[in-house]
């Protein structure tokens, strides 16, 4: 399973920007598709989880009602749509494919990281 990431980019703080998840490659481990972020001097967290099998979604409260994590499932892509977006939501963004939730070592599979500047 391999994950490519792209749309990372600079905007300004209310802006919007959608990031893409192509995933390449099946794996039983690799149902759920998870988006970290890692902000500047800040450990990674999970930001937006989605385990369509099961029925699970997850959503930090930073987050709620601003991004959206969509599936196209014909083509195998995710994506995270990022609304009104604040300075603190500066920081690189991985998508991953694991077994589902927050604990980084549910994923096996990572994207490389494209990063996403709010900024005036």
């Known amino acids: 399973v391999q994950l490519v990431e792209s749309g990372g980019g600079q905007v300004q703080p209310g802006g919007s920007l959608r990031l893409s998840c192509v995933i390449s490659?099946?794996?039983?481990?690799?149902?759920?598709i998870t988006w970290f972020r890692q902000a500047p001097g800040k450990e990674r967290e999970g930001i937006y989880s989605r385990h369509d099998d099961v029925g699970t979604t997850h959503i930090r409260d930073s987050v709620k009602g601003r991004f959206t994590l969509s599936r196209d499932i014909v083509n195998n892509i995710a994506y995270l749509l990022m609304n009104n977006l604040r300075s603190d939501d500066t920081g690189v963004y991985f998508c991953?494919?694991?077994?589902?939730?927050?604990?980084?070592?549910?994923?096996?599979?990572w994207g490389q990281g494209p990063q996403v500047i709010v900024s005036s």
């Open positions: 991953a494919a694991g077994l589902g939730g927050w604990p980084e070592n549910n994923y096996n599979y």
């Open positions: 490659g099946h794996a039983r481990d690799a149902k759920a």
